[in-house]
């Protein structure tokens, strides 16, 4: 009888669904695995937790645009390589993972020049010091650049207390407005306009101005807007860091921990094309959104459908053929570019009789700067491995920024004589090309699709995409009708 009673029992359990595991979950699929892709994946865990069930895709290398090279045994920084002091998501991410911060040296030796024929500004003096010779070329300019970027950087760094206590934007303008209303402007004016309306001369705009957006983003003060020129300006006097063994470990070993959490999945295939699925039985209980991929080394193409898609990575017109994305009025692809930058590790000798440079000061140069635009190059430095931060004691290996492919002859203007060897020349479409006054995509495509990178078009560094990434985690909680975690200390910094 109590045999019989517990199968009743039973039968009653399975047709009311008395087990707690079924709660319905939310499915997300997002397209990218560099540091927006998954600190999307990291925050939507951190809000909405067994609520949801992660999809992955990627169809190249976890961390994106954040990769190393293996130079005889040592790494080398090859795509983002610094990180902000005042980046408190990558900061969060480093000390959550146990990953080691290095500190960037400051005090690198450097010549700055305009072409190679003529030296501004050098740092290579053993006994005048560094401050006294910025303040002899750019006079009270250097002060007021400290000050000035100090206002800058406070303003911008309220976006974590904002985000902390549950504040979202919709949109990239709205973004730069609640954080500084001149943010907002300089995205519809040049570099040079903008620094020339708050005061600045010319030698200090054609100098350091130009240096930064050169070396930062490949772009001059007469392309760039003012907003990502300003945020490459202000690694200007502030410590720099990167994580030890280099900056695709925390994408990398994110990734490793959510997939330890329940339904977090990993597919490693070429997403196709996402679009909004319409449905005509109002019963039908599918997904909102369909995702076509290609599964690595196989022809057949998967279809599955999703409530939510998070794109994360960025969409433009170079890759306008190797995905689609239909059904949408509010984005379109072909209106935004990226820029073509190489980085090209080499191994060799300086020319420093270019520049007149005694034995001891050529021994102790480590990065050359140029300010003409129109050079094939933008900037060498030798380079520090990512595990101890030191140079390697086999060989001096350089790094050159390129907007295009060098040829042997331009090698030949940087390196003495003949005696470098390129190791390898690295492709990237590596940020926004930017325009002022800027194109800004949407944050939220459709109810259903959002998109990471949109951010990016405001200025692109790993902290914009974990920021991004928040604001996305943040905006679809509220869309389903959660309660988003809230904070009621403030960050002091």
Known sequence: MIVYISYILLIICVIVQCNHDVTPKTHV??????????????????????????????????????????????EYEAGGSIIHEKNLYMK??????????????????????????????????????????????????????????????????????????????????????????????????????????HGFSKRFIDEIGQLATLVNYDQSVDTINAFPGLVSLMAAGSTLWHVKGGNHLVPKQLLERLLKQSNVQYVNGYVKSVEEVHRIDINDQGGNVRLSYKPVNSELVHSVDYDHIVLAFPLHRDNINDFVLQSTDLFNQYDYRMQSTHSNFLSGKLNCQKYNLTNDECQRLNAIFYTKSSLPYRAVAEQLTVNTNKKSTNQSIYKIFSPEKLSSEDYKQIFDNDKFQLIQDIPWLAYPKYEYPQKLPPIQINKNIFYVNAMEWSASCMEIEAISARNIAMMLTKQLGFELKRSDKHIEF
């Open 29 to 74: 699929a997002i397209v990218g695995a560099g540091i927006g892709g998954i600190s999307t994946a990291y925050w939507l865990k951190y809000y909405l937790n067994d609520s949801v069930a992660i999809t992955i895709y990627e169809s190249n290398q976890i961390g994106g645009r954040l990769k190393t090279i293996n130079i005889n045994g040592d």
């Open 92 to 197: 969060r991410f480093a000390d959550e993972l146990g990953l080691e911060k290095l500190n960037v040296p400051k005090a690198l030796p450097y010549v700055m020049t305009n072409d190679g024929s003529q030296t501004l500004f050098s740092t290579l003096h053993r006994y005048i010091p560094n401050l006294f010779l910025v303040l002899w070329r750019y006079g009270l300019d250097a002060f007021r650049l400290n000050f000035w970027l100090g206002r800058k950087l406070s303003n911008f760094i309220r976006i974590y207390d904002y985000q902390d206590n549950g504040r979202i934007f919709n949109n990239v303008e709205e973004f730069l407005q609640m954080l500084d209303e001149d943010f907002s402007k300089a995205t519809r004016t040049s570099f040079r306009k903008y620094l020339f309306e």
